[in-house]
C-alpha cells in the first residue's frame, strides 16, 4: 500500500511542514523557551539530562475488552510493548461507552466534570460546547501549546466528530500539528476523512482504503517527514475491533475454531441484577449464540491488522533511532460483552467485561516484563503523559494521576484504591412497540426484544482495590 502523504507535496525530512488551516505554526526556539519559562514544561520527567523530551505514542482501540481474551491476537503488540515494558492489570474506564472514555482519555476528567455523557451531539459528544470548553484545555493542546510538542491524530475521534451542527469536517480541534481524523463512528471502508479540515472521501479498494492500513501508513509518514528539532506526541485510534468487524483479505479465514468464551457468566439468566439485564432471554436462542460467536471470531481478525500496524510503528522508531526515547502505550476506549448474562453483543454495562481495559506502556525507564497491579483508569493517561513531557499537573483541573512513578518502579508509593464508574443510559421514555412487555425507554434492540440499553441504565460505581478488598459497589438512578 502507498503512503499517505500528510501534505500535497511532502516536505524533505527536517523541513517546512504542512499545518491545520488557520493554525499557528510550532513556537520558533526563542518563543518556545519563554513559554517554557513562563510555566510551561520545566522538567524532563522521562529523559535523562541534557537529551530531547521524550516522544509519546498513544494507540488506542476501539471496543477492546481484557476479560474475555481481547489481547489474544495480539502476539507481537503484547511482545514489543508488553514485554519490553509494564502490563497493567486492573486498568478501567469510567465509563463503558466510546465518546464519554474517549473524552476522558483527552482531559483527564471523569464524565461528570466533562459532561459527555453518550454518543450524541445532544449528549455533548463532539458538540459546540465541548468544542468550547473542553478541547482547549486537554491533554495535547497543553503539550502543544505549554510543552512544544508537535502532535499527531490519525483515527476515529469523538462520535459526532465532523457532523454538520458540530463544525462539520472543517473544524480541526485545538492542539494538533497534524490532523487525520475519520467521519463519525468506526468503519473500515467507504468513509471520510479529515485531512487537517479537508475532506478526502475512501472508498473500499483494500490497498488504498483498509482504515487500519491507511492509519498505520500515515503514521509512518509522519515519523519520516517530521521536524526532528522537537519532540512528538502521536494518538492513532483505531477502528478495530468495531463493529462492523471487517477484517483485511489476508486475516478473513483466521480463528474459524475459535468461539466466544463460556466462562460462568455466559448464557445464564441475571438473576438479582438491574431489570435490563434480567429482560434478556434465557437461554440464549441458537441464531442469537451463532450470530455472537461470529462477531467474537471477526473482532479478533481485525485486530491482526493492528498488530501490524503496532509492528510497523516499533520498527520505523527503532529505523530512525527514536525507540529508546519514545514511551508507547497501547489500550482501548471500553471493553465488551458476548453472551455474558446472556446480553448478546455490546457494552455500557458496569460489569469487569465492559468496564475492564488492556493497558501496556513501555519506554525509557520501564524494566522489562513488568506487571502492576495498581488501580489504574484512562483518566491517568493525560497527566502520565504530561507528566512524561515535565508538565506540572497542578496547572491542570484533571482527575486522573500521573501513573509515571509506578512505570519507573517507585517504592512506597502511595496510590488510590478507588476509581469511579458512571454511566447515562440512552433511551427515549416511551414503550417500544415492537416490544410491549418491556419498561418504557429501551434502546440497542436485538431479535426476541433483547435491549442492550434504557434511559434509566443510569448508574454510578465506586471500583475498590487493595490488599484487603476487591469490591465493587453501585447506585441505579431508578426505583430498583
Same mark, same amino acid.
Given at each position: ?167 462539520? =469536517?472543517?473544524?480541526?480541534? $485545538? ?6 481524523? %475519520? !467521519?463519525? #463512528?468506526?468503519?473500515?471502508? /467507504? ?112 485486530? =491482526?491488522?493492528?498488530?501490524? $500496524? ?6 520505523? %522508531? !527503532?529505523? #530512525?533511532?527514536?525507540?529508546? /526515547? ?155
Amino acid at each position: 500500500m502507498r503512503f499517505l502523504s500528510l501534505a500535497p507535496d511532502r516536505p524533505r525530512r527536517g523541513g517546512p511542514r504542512h499545518l491545520p488551516s488557520g493554525s499557528p505554526a510550532p513556537p520558533s526556539p526563542p518563543l518556545l523557551l519563554l513559554l517554557l519559562l513562563l510555566g510551561g514544561c520545566l522538567g524532563v520527567s522521562g529523559a535523562a539530562k541534557g537529551s530531547r523530551r521524550p516522544n509519546v505514542v498513544l494507540v488506542l482501540a476501539d471496543d477492546q475488552d481484557e476479560v474475555l481474551g481481547g489481547m489474544t491476537p495480539l502476539k507481537k503488540t503484547k511482545a514489543l510493548i508488553g514485554e519490553m515494558g509494564m502490563t497493567f492489570s486492573s486498568a478501567y474506564v469510567p465509563s463503558a461507552l466510546c465518546c464519554p472514555s474517549r473524552a476522558s482519555i483527552l482531559t483527564g476528567k471523569y464524565p461528570h466534570n466533562h459532561h459527555v455523557v453518550n454518543n450524541t451531539l445532544e449528549g455533548n459528544c463532539s458538540s459546540k460546547s465541548w468544542q468550547k470548553i473542553q478541547e482547549p484545555n486537554t491533554f495535547p493542546a497543553i503539550l502543544r501549546s505549554m510543552c512544544g510538542y508537535q502532535t499527531f491524530f490519525a483515527g476515529k475521534y469523538l462520535n459526532e466528530y465532523g457532523a454538520p451542527d458540530a463544525g462539520g =469536517l472543517g473544524h480541526v480541534p $485545538l492542539g494538533w500539528s497534524y490532523w487525520y481524523a %475519520l !467521519e463519525k #463512528n468506526s468503519k473500515y471502508y /467507504n468513509y471520510t476523512l479529515s485531512i487537517n479540515g479537508k475532506a478526502r472521501k475512501h472508498g473500499e479498494n483494500y490497498s488504498v482504503d483498509y482504515l487500519t492500513d491507511v492509519l498505520a501508513n500515515v503514521s509512518l509518514d509522519f515519523l519520516d517527514y517530521k521536524s526532528n528539532s522537537e519532540p512528538f506526541f502521536m494518538m492513532i485510534s483505531t477502528p478495530a475491533p468495531h463493529s462492523p468487524w471487517t477484517a483485511a483479505p489476508q486475516y478473513q479465514n483466521a480463528f474459524q475454531n475459535i468461539f466466544a468464551p463460556r466462562n460462568k457468566n455466559f448464557n445464564i439468566h441475571g438473576t438479582n441484577k438491574h431489570w435490563l439485564i434480567r429482560q434478556a432471554k434465557t437461554p440464549m436462542t441458537n441464531s442469537s449464540i451463532q450470530f455472537l460467536d461470529n462477531a467474537f471470531r471477526k473482532r479478533w481478525q481485525t485486530l =491482526l491488522s493492528v498488530d501490524d $500496524l503496532v509492528e510497523k510503528l516499533v520498527k520505523r %522508531l !527503532e529505523f #530512525n533511532g527514536e525507540l529508546n /526515547n519514545t514511551y508507547i502505550f497501547y489500550t482501548s476506549d471500553n471493553g465488551y460483552h458476548t453472551g455474558q448474562f446472556s446480553l448478546p453483543i455490546d457494552k455500557r454495562q458496569l460489569y469487569e467485561f465492559d468496564i475492564k481495559v488492556p493497558l501496556l506502556v513501555r519506554g525509557p525507564g520501564i524494566k522489562p516484563n513488568q506487571t502492576s497491579k495498581m488501580l489504574v483508569a484512562n483518566i491517568d493517561l493525560g497527566p502520565t503523559i504530561l507528566d512524561i513531557a515535565g508538565y506540572s499537573l497542578n496547572k491542570t483541573q484533571m482527575d486522573g494521576m500521573s501513573f509515571l512513578p509506578i512505570l519507573k518502579g517507585a517504592s512506597n508509593l502511595t496510590w488510590r484504591s478507588d476509581v469511579l464508574v458512571e454511566y447515562q443510559g440512552e433511551g427515549r421514555n416511551v414503550t417500544d412497540p415492537t416490544c410491549p412487555s418491556l419498561s418504557p425507554g429501551v434502546s440497542q434492540c436485538f431479535p426476541d426484544c433483547v435491549c442492550e440499553d434504557a434511559y434509566n441504565n443510569t448508574y454510578a460505581c465506586v471500583r475498590t482495590m487493595s490488599e484487603l478488598w476487591n469490591l465493587q459497589y453501585c447506585e441505579f438512578d431508578d426505583q430498583e
